[in-house]
């Protein structure tokens, strides 16, 4: 009875030390950062934000920001041309066209591109049944 009780023990501190919780396996496993790049920028620095051209002129604003199943942040979707809301169109641009830059104290977002050649690209559309942005078909 005492070498049962024994080995009971034993295989419930074996099974104890394998079981850990989510916040300790993530840490163990590296996915956890204990600080963050002092140069890292917050999505809502760009999440419903102007873009602007090298001139500062308006040329669109954020509408998404597009990741890979990695996680790996890909694309921006901006809304360009129209007035209030009207004619706009959603285009979708690499997230490294898109430069933070600032002026007088203040940052905003810059892209080397004309409020033309944004609203001649490919327009895309949001389809919520397949919940994925698709190209427009008009």
């Known amino acids: ?3 049962f009780a024994s080995a009971t023990a034993i295989a419930l501190l074996l099974t104890s030390a394998a079981i850990t919780t989510p916040a300790v396996a993530a ?5 956890l950062m204990t600080s963050v790049p ?4 917050p999505v809502s620095e760009y999440y419903k934000e102007d ?5 500062d002129s308006k040329i669109g604003d954020i509408r998404d920001v597009l990741l890979e199943k990695s996680g790996q942040v890909v694309a921006v979707i901006l809304g360009v041309g129209g007035f209030l ?3 706009e169109k959603d285009v979708a641009v690499p997230f490294n066209a898109i430069r933070v830059t600032e002026k007088d104290g203040k ?5 080397d591109t004309t ?6 690209a490919r327009g895309y559309t949001y389809d919520r049944n397949k919940g994925a942005w698709v190209p427009a078909t008009k």
Do not use: P
Request: glycine share 12%; aromatic share 6%.
């Open 85 to 87: 809301g009207i004619g």
């Open 38 to 41: 002092g140069d890292a920028l």
């Open 107 to 111: 940052r905003y977002l810059v892209m």
């Open 51 to 55: 873009v602007y051209d090298a001139h």
């Open 115 to 120: 409020k033309e050649a944004l609203q001649s």
């Open 1 to 3: 009875m005492k070498m």
């Open 27 to 31: 840490q163990e496993s590296g996915q």
